[in-house]
């Protein structure tokens, strides 16, 4: 039915009558339409590599991502070779020269086929030079130079394919090059598993997995355009595939121009990448999906500028000027419309759509403040793309050219080169600089910042938020005062960083080195992970809700006073007087080498744990020792609701328990027991039991022996 009513429409141009706004209307989404699904399937099958190969990690990603603007570049010329016949196909079509629309098909396929071999033969041989030029570390370049050579390897079928389907839809059949790229997409998550996982070829895998499903859906759509196409189809005409003077010469009057414009606008990318390589291979890679993330907004804009090269095409072809400056307007406005609308989306969901595509945390995070970022721009984007289609159809391609070239390369990239060394990819991401003084990035938000350092100073971002930091070196005192949500990874804090987290909200701290004192103060929402403290004094004083894993602490006199709320897992610590006046404390697999520990507390539980160091536990309420061995003199003292399951005791854990109420069980001997003032013991055996005149009341204690 649809496609009746397509045909339909288009005689009307083809017929020269007219059509009122409504038929315009309803052929452009008749066009659109499937032009729009045929995109969505080119762009979930470019989701489909990079999530993939996403998955494996941040180089593997950035191995894709650092080539990612070169097989843009590569591509863009086969398919301006492919427009350049395909409008030809158009106006033919749409003065009912049907006859001159098999003849351009004939030379388009072969001509596409021969210079796409020439390019691709190019890119097969610079293969293993491109990651280097393009800045790749050691990392990721041979992993970019496998997948950059097998793209290379299959452009000019995958060419072939295109220029099929292209001429397709200049024959005004949108519907069977849509369904072909979405059996092209099913194909290649299927080729893609079964390279990338089950034969585990990774990187190189998933460029495989995609050129074999080009292949398959080349020789389908060459079937279909040479035998069963209404316009187009040769079966029983006879026709030759060398290329002529005549239809050469048109078509490169259309190509020659696209290929300048490829070169303006994906050679702009590619410097682009220059610019971020440096960067490192966060950067490459939160770049790189940041731009895949994005293409599902291009959509729309895209499957309408195809539609409009179509309309406009095929309007002048019959001509009738004013009916194709209406279908232009209609595109345009259409296409704006749609991407608007699907940019408010992309900029609500942005970390759902890049956690899609990877699984490292900083990727994430960058690559989402990127799209929010392009978020505002797509609505000018819209109306770029499909005006550019339209001056296709109209075979006039050198004007938007020209716009296209003092917008990319001397706004885009000048900004680029002035901005990226200052602020980064995204517009406050800092990269590779150093700051000293005092508040040199006071007040900012939403930072980025990797390989910086901080030279001697004060507060250098105090009162900010949303700040990841990677790779940085901290020298000033108080960088972090009065923050709200940051992340720290792989940094270095310098004894000259001495109170450095103080006053802050929601820190997230992993795989970094603390050489200061005094860290940690009237904070909430802690986490710590794999961190050294090699200055551990004064840390961590009135926090809230701390959770610590594989942490070690030296020199920690003090360590967590004041704090609640507490959850600590393998920690190393050698320091006095710790976890003094701490509630709701909950310790597991530690070794706790302090004396005067757990005085003041409330609510403390450890378990499985080394605690080495005398008086332990003095004036405490409610302490719970669980497995756990325990050293120094006079342990476990002045305590209310004290319990012991399964403990054992060091020879020099004498006078333990004096004036505490206790319920213990405890694994071998006790030293001495001095004065329990209530509860039960049961031990092995008691070196001395001391039940003197000062026992404080009630005194009825039941000391056991198994």
């Known amino acids: ?72 570049i590569l591509g863009g010329f086969t398919m301006a070779i492919a427009s350049g016949f395909a409008v030809q196909v158009a106006h033919m079509c749409g003065a009912k020269n049907f006859e001159g629309a098999r003849r351009v098909l004939r030379q388009g396929l072969s001509s596409i086929f021969i210079l796409s071999l020439v390019f691709g033969l190019v890119g097969v041989a610079i293969s293993p030079f491109l990651p280097a030029w393009l800045g790749g570390g050691e990392a990721i370049n041979a992993d970019a130079s496998a997948y950059f050579r097998i793209y290379a390897a299959f452009v000019p079928i995958g ?58 859906t080349t020789i389908v759509s060459l079937w279909f355009v040479l035998r069963r196409s209404t ?32 070169l303006i606008m994906r050679g702009a990318h590619v410097a682009s990448t220059l610019i971020v390589a440096p960067l490192g291979p966060i950067a490459i890679a939160a770049n790189a999906f940041a731009i895949t993330a994005e293409s599902f907004c291009y959509m729309p804009g895209y499957g309408l500028q195809e539609a409009a090269t179509t309309l406009v095409g095929q309007s002048l072809g019959a001509s009738r000027k004013h009916i194709a400056r209406r279908f232009a307007r209609i595109t345009i406005w259409m296409a704006a ?77 000048g900004l680029a080169l002035y901005l990226t060394p200052r602020y980064g990819l995204v517009g406050y991401w800092i990269i590779n600089q150093e700051f000293g003084g005092e508040r040199p990035l006071y007040c900012q938000h939403d930072l980025y910042l990797e390989g910086v350092t901080i030279h001697a100073g004060e507060s250098a971002l105090k009162e900010t938020s949303g700040i990841t930091a990677v790779r940085c070196t901290f020298e000033g005192k108080y960088p972090f005062w009065i923050c709200d949500g940051f992340t720290i990874r792989d940094c270095l804090f310098t004894e000259g960083a001495r109170a450095a987290l ?65 959850k600590v897992r393998n920690l190393r610590l050698n320091g006095n007087y710790s976890f003094q006046w701490c509630r709701n404390v909950e310790i597991h697999d530690s070794i706790l080498n302090t004396k005067d520990a757990f005085w003041e507390t409330d609510n403390a539980t450890v378990y499985d744990s080394e605690i080495n160091g005398e008086y332990l536990g003095w004036h405490s309420r409610n302490l719970k020792l669980v497995r756990c061995h325990i050293t120094g003199t006079q342990p476990l003292c002045y305590i209310d609701g004290l319990i012991l399951e399964d403990c054992t005791f060091g020879a020099d854990a004498d006078r333990a328990f004096e004036y505490s109420s206790v319920h213990a069980t405890v694994n071998g001997t006790i030293t001495s027991v001095k004065n329990p003032r209530t509860g039960s013991i049961l031990a092995d055996g008691y070196g001395e039991i001391i039940l003197d005149e000062n026992c404080k009341a009630p005194g009825d204690c039941d000391i056991l022996t198994r």
């Open 1 to 72: 039915m649809a496609s009746g009513q397509k045909d339909f429409l288009l005689s009307l141009i083809r017929d020269g009558k007219e059509m009122t706004f409504g038929q315009q209307l309803k052929l452009t989404m008749l066009l659109a339409v499937p032009a729009i699904l045929a995109q969505f399937s080119s762009v979930l099958m470019l989701y489909i590599d990079t999530a993939m190969v996403g998955h494996l990690g941040a180089n593997p990603s950035a191995s894709i991502g650092l080539v990612t603007t070169s097989t843009w």
């Open 159 to 216: 060419a072939v394919g295109y220029g099929a389907n292209a001429m397709l839809q200049g024959s005004g059949n949108m519907k069977v090059p849509s369904i072909l790229y979405v059996s092209m997409c099913s194909l290649d998550v299927v080729l893609n598993y079964l390279f990338i996982y089950l034969m585990e070829m990774g990187v190189a895998g998933a460029a495989l997995g995609t050129g074999l499903a080009e292949t398959l």
């Open 231 to 262: 316009e187009l189809k040769i079966v029983g005409e006879r026709g030759s595939f060398v290329p002529t003077k005549t239809v050469l010469v048109n078509a490169f009057g259309i190509t020659g121009p696209m290929w300048l414009q490829n």
């Open 337 to 413: 419309a749609i991407m608007t609308f699907m940019a408010v989306l992309m900029f609500i969901f942005a970390q759902e759509l890049m956690t899609l595509l990877s699984n490292d945390p900083d990727v994430i995070a960058l690559g989402a403040k990127v799209l929010r970022i392009e978020a505002f721009a797509e609505t000018f984007y819209a109306v770029s793309i499909v005006a550019y289609g339209a001056c296709v159809g109209a075979g006039d391609t050198l004007i938007p050219t020209a716009l296209n070239f003092a917008s990319m390369w001397v706004v885009r990239i």
């Open 502 to 566: 103080w006053y802050s909200r929601n820190l997230d701290m992993q795989d970094t080195r603390i050489e200061a004192p005094k860290m940690f103060r009237e904070m909430d929402g802690i986490v710590l992970r794999h961190v050294q403290l090699s200055n551990a004094q004064e840390t961590l004083w009135s926090c809230r809700n701390v959770d610590i894993e594989d942490v070690s602490a030296d020199h920690g006199d003090y360590f967590l006073m004041h704090s609640s709320d507490i």
